[in-house]
């Protein structure tokens, strides 16, 4: 009786000693970044590198990253000056409201020819910068490279791939050889009309219209409202496009998003719905032809009208088009329309913000 007694309290014991140390490997860092400040150089760089930056932390599967949605919210709903310099006090009381272990402020500044990216980790146990690190370069399509580079010297990871010859990165030498993977190849944050998105305010069908550094459509009627511009000259095999876009007003249950096709006639719709769905449409001259994925509940975020951003992602690797929302892969189809252009729809009555358009090299 007193062997088995013995040999339960050695299970039990056994067990939550077991637990504990699953539950400790399991718990990572949460590290928020706040879009960097600009100076000399044009405001959607200061979003495009703490963009890339979150998607890179995200990818190394050792931090837990707060949403840029969830940030802005913070900013908004506390006041803070959001468009202007968020100094270490502000940023310490920021990551604090969304219970971060780590917040990175920075800067992106040109003088010259020269971009440097500035950037600071402060850790919110003592409230006090712990590093700061800078990378420098003359190459704009070398944003991605420079910004891993950043996270190599911030985190001591290996996410760098990219080293030109006139450039310098810091302390930091990327230890892969010179390609062309992750250069940016069309980055547009829908701050002006400068890629061709036409404006059509008032309108009996539909309105576009650019406010406050978004790009709106809303369609007033049961039909689909698209706009495509041409895609860059000269697109390799392999690329990705990412889309952010928020849903602000109207039915929930029907798709918008990033439009890939031949023109506006014959195109695919990989589109999300504001009660979180999502959905593969193929048009061909101007005729529905099938649904390529039909209706994924769940998969989406369910927007609210005001914070919540889908980002859609498409990785074209030769025919193949492979769909992901957030971060998470839905499926891969086998496309035979050539890819020309590239756009933003909203169908039915609903409005739609659109944040961000990237096309990076694969």
Same mark, same amino acid.
């Given at each position: 009786? !007193? !062997?088995?007694?013995?040999?339960?309290?050695?299970?039990?014991?056994?067990?939550?000693?077991?637990?504990?140390?699953?539950?400790?490997?399991?718990?990572?860092?949460?590290?928020?970044?706040?879009?960097? #400040?600009?100076?000399?150089?044009?405001?959607?760089?200061?979003?495009?590198?703490? +963009?890339?930056?979150?998607? #890179?932390?995200?990818?190394?599967?050792?931090?837990?990253?707060? #949403?840029? %949605?969830?940030?802005?919210? =913070?900013?908004?709903?506390? &006041?803070?000056? !959001?468009?202007?310099?968020?100094?270490?006090? /502000?940023?310490? +009381?920021?990551?604090?409201?969304?219970?971060?272990?780590?917040?990175?402020?920075? /800067?992106?500044?040109?003088?010259?020819?020269?971009?440097?990216?500035? $950037?600071?980790?402060?850790?919110?146990?003592?409230? +006090? $910068?712990?590093?700061?690190?800078?990378?420098?370069?003359?190459?704009?399509?070398?944003?991605?490279?420079?910004?891993?580079?950043?996270?190599?010297?911030?985190?001591?990871?290996?996410?760098?791939?990219?080293?030109?010859?006139?450039? *310098?990165?810091?302390?930091? %030498?990327?230890?892969?050889?010179?390609?062309?993977?992750? !250069?940016?190849?069309?980055?547009?944050?829908?701050?002006?009309?400068?890629?061709?998105?036409?404006?059509?305010?008032?309108?009996?069908?539909?309105?576009?219209?650019?406010?406050?550094?978004?790009?709106?459509?809303?369609?007033?009627?049961?039909?689909?409202?698209? #706009?495509?511009?041409?895609?860059?000259?000269?697109?390799?095999?392999?690329?990705?496009?990412?889309?952010? &876009?928020?849903?602000?007003? @109207? =039915?929930?249950? &029907?798709?918008?998003?990033?439009?890939?096709?031949?023109?506006?006639?014959?195109?695919?719709?990989?589109? =999300?719905?504001?009660?979180?769905?999502?959905?593969?449409?193929?048009?061909?001259?101007?005729?529905?032809?099938?649904?390529?994925?039909?209706?994924?509940?769940?998969?989406?975020?369910?927007?609210?009208?005001?914070?919540? +951003?889908?980002?859609?992602?498409?990785?074209?690797? @030769? /025919? /193949?088009? &492979?769909?992901?929302?957030?971060? *998470?892969?839905?499926?891969?189809?086998?496309?035979?329309?050539?890819?020309? =252009?590239?756009?933003?729809?909203?169908?039915?009555?609903?409005?739609?913000?659109?944040?961000?358009?990237?096309?990076?090299?694969?």
């Amino acid at each position: 009786m !007193k !062997k088995q007694r013995l040999a339960i309290i050695f299970f039990l014991l056994s067990f939550i000693l077991s637990g504990s140390s699953v539950l400790g490997a399991e718990t990572k860092a949460t590290v928020a970044v706040i879009d960097f #400040e600009t100076i000399g150089t044009e405001d959607y760089l200061g979003r495009a590198v703490a +963009e890339i930056m979150r998607t #890179e932390l995200i990818d190394t599967g050792k931090y837990r990253v707060v #949403e840029r %949605s969830q940030i802005n919210r =913070v900013i908004s709903e506390q &006041s803070f000056q !959001k468009s202007g310099i968020i100094d270490e006090r /502000s940023a310490t +009381e920021i990551g604090k409201l969304l219970g971060a272990d780590l917040i990175i402020i920075g /800067s992106v500044v040109k003088l010259g020819n020269a971009y440097t990216i500035n $950037a600071r980790m402060i850790d919110l146990k003592t409230g +006090e $910068a712990t590093l700061g690190k800078n990378v420098t370069g003359t190459d704009l399509n070398m944003l991605t490279d420079m910004t891993r580079n950043l996270i190599d010297s911030l985190f001591q990871t290996n996410r760098s791939t990219v080293k030109s010859g006139k450039e *310098t990165y810091g302390t930091y %030498s990327p230890p892969k050889p010179i390609d062309t993977y992750g !250069k940016i190849l069309f980055f547009d944050n829908f701050s002006s009309a400068k890629n061709g998105w036409p404006v059509y305010e008032n309108q009996p069908y539909y309105d576009t219209y650019f406010r406050d550094g978004r790009y709106f459509m809303e369609t007033k009627n049961e039909k689909k409202s698209l #706009e495509v511009i041409d895609l860059p000259a000269d697109l390799p095999d392999n690329f990705d496009v990412e889309l952010t &876009s928020s849903w602000q007003s @109207g =039915v929930t249950d &029907s798709a918008y998003g990033l439009i890939l096709g031949r023109d506006r006639n014959t195109y695919y719709v990989f589109g =999300v719905s504001g009660n979180g769905q999502s959905v593969i449409w193929v048009t061909e001259d101007d005729i529905p032809r099938d649904d390529a994925m039909p209706w994924r509940a769940g998969t989406a975020k369910v927007s609210d009208g005001k914070y919540v +951003e889908n980002t859609q992602k498409v990785e074209v690797r @030769g /025919s /193949s088009l &492979s769909y992901h929302v957030n971060g *998470t892969f839905l499926t891969t189809i086998h496309g035979s329309i050539p890819l020309k =252009v590239v756009g933003v729809c909203v169908s039915r009555q609903q409005k739609v913000a659109f944040h961000m358009l990237k096309i990076t090299q694969r």
